[in-house]
C-alpha cells in the first residue's frame, strides 16, 4: 500500500461526515486503498475521484496526439519523443514543440479510446461506492466544495511551469470547504512519501503537519502556503 502511512496520518483530523476528493488517481489502486481506510476507521464519507488522464484517446499515426477525457490535447509523440506545452521551460524545444503541434492537430481525426482504470476501482465506479468527477484541477474548481483533497504524486517542479502549478493550487484552494484539509505531496525515487497535511483558513493553506520532508511548495508559493 504505497500511501498506507499518509492515510493513517489523515484521519485524525477528518471528521466523521467527510466529502473527500482523491486527484490524479492514475489507475486508481490508491483510490480503492483510501477507499477501505475511511470505511475500516468507521467514517461516514463519499469518495469522489478524477483524473482527467485515466480515459484518454489517441489519434494518429506519425504523428501520435493523446486528449484526455474533456477532449483536451494532453501531449503528441513523434516516435519516442514527447512534446507538450505544460513542459517547464528547461524543456524548451519540447514545449515549443508542443505549442506547434498543439496548432496544426485536428480534434475531428479518429480517437481510440484507453481507460488504465484499475478493476477493483471500476467495481466500485459501478457500484456507485465512488463517484468519478470529470475534473481538470489546472482549468477547474469543483462545482461542490469537499472537506478532504488528497493530491499526491500530480505536481512535480521538475515538469510543470510554475503557472501551471499556480493555477492547480489555486483551484483546489476553491475546492475545499473553509476549514477543510489537504494532504499534497510526492513519492520519492526512495518510496518515503514527502507531504503536508493542510488546512485551509481563507485564501491559504495553513500547515497542520509535515510527514517527512514535507511539501516541497512552501517556498515557491508563498501567497498560498502558511506555516
Same mark, same amino acid.
Given at each position: 500500500m504505497r500511501f498506507a502511512d499518509l492515510d493513517?496520518?489523515?484521519i485524525p483530523y477528518l471528521p466523521s461526515q467527510v466529502r473527500a476528493l482523491?486527484?490524479?488517481?492514475? =489507475?486508481?489502486?490508491?483510490?480503492?486503498? *483510501?477507499? @477501505? =481506510?475511511?470505511?475500516?476507521?468507521?467514517l461516514n464519507f463519499q469518495l469522489h475521484v478524477c483524473d482527467p488522464y485515466s480515459k484518454v484517446s489517441t489519434s494518429?499515426? &506519425?504523428?501520435?496526439?493523446?486528449?484526455?477525457?474533456? #477532449? $483536451?490535447?494532453?501531449?503528441?509523440?513523434?516516435?519516442?519523443?514527447?512534446?507538450? @506545452?505544460?513542459? $517547464?521551460?528547461?524543456? &524548451? !524545444?519540447?514545449?515549443l514543440g508542443g505549442y506547434f503541434l498543439d496548432s496544426i492537430c485536428r480534434s475531428d481525426k479518429p480517437k481510440f479510446q484507453r481507460w488504465i482504470l484499475n478493476e477493483? *476501482?471500476? #467495481? &466500485?465506479?459501478?457500484?456507485?461506492?465512488?463517484?468519478?468527477q470529470n475534473l481538470d484541477i489546472v482549468s477547474d474548481v469543483a462545482t461542490a466544495p469537499f472537506d478532504f483533497v488528497r493530491i499526491m504524486n500530480v505536481l512535480?517542479? #521538475?515538469l510543470f511551469s510554475l503557472h501551471i502549478m499556480r493555477l492547480a493550487l489555486q483551484n483546489i484552494v476553491l475546492s475545499v470547504n473553509e476549514g477543510g484539509?489537504? *494532504?499534497?505531496?510526492? =513519492?520519492?525515487?526512495?518510496?518515503?512519501?514527502?507531504?503536508? !497535511?493542510? $488546512?485551509?483558513?481563507? #485564501? =491559504? &493553506?495553513v500547515i497542520q503537519r509535515n510527514i517527512n520532508d514535507g511539501c516541497e511548495f512552501h517556498g515557491i508559493f508563498p501567497g498560498i502556503f502558511a506555516f
Open positions: 493513517q496520518y489523515i482523491d486527484i490524479g488517481v492514475s =489507475t486508481g489502486v490508491t483510490s480503492v486503498e *483510501l477507499y @477501505k =481506510t475511511l470505511k475500516e476507521n468507521g494518429g499515426n &506519425l504523428i501520435k496526439s493523446v486528449w484526455n477525457e474533456n #477532449d $483536451r490535447v494532453i501531449c503528441h509523440f513523434v516516435g519516442p519523443i514527447c512534446f507538450s @506545452k505544460n513542459f $517547464r521551460f528547461r524543456w &524548451l !524545444i519540447s514545449k477493483n *476501482l471500476k #467495481d &466500485l465506479l459501478r457500484e456507485n461506492k465512488i463517484t468519478w512535480n517542479c #521538475d484539509i489537504v *494532504l499534497i505531496g510526492r =513519492t520519492m525515487p526512495s518510496g518515503i512519501n514527502n507531504a503536508g !497535511i493542510y $488546512r485551509k483558513v481563507g #485564501d =491559504t &493553506l
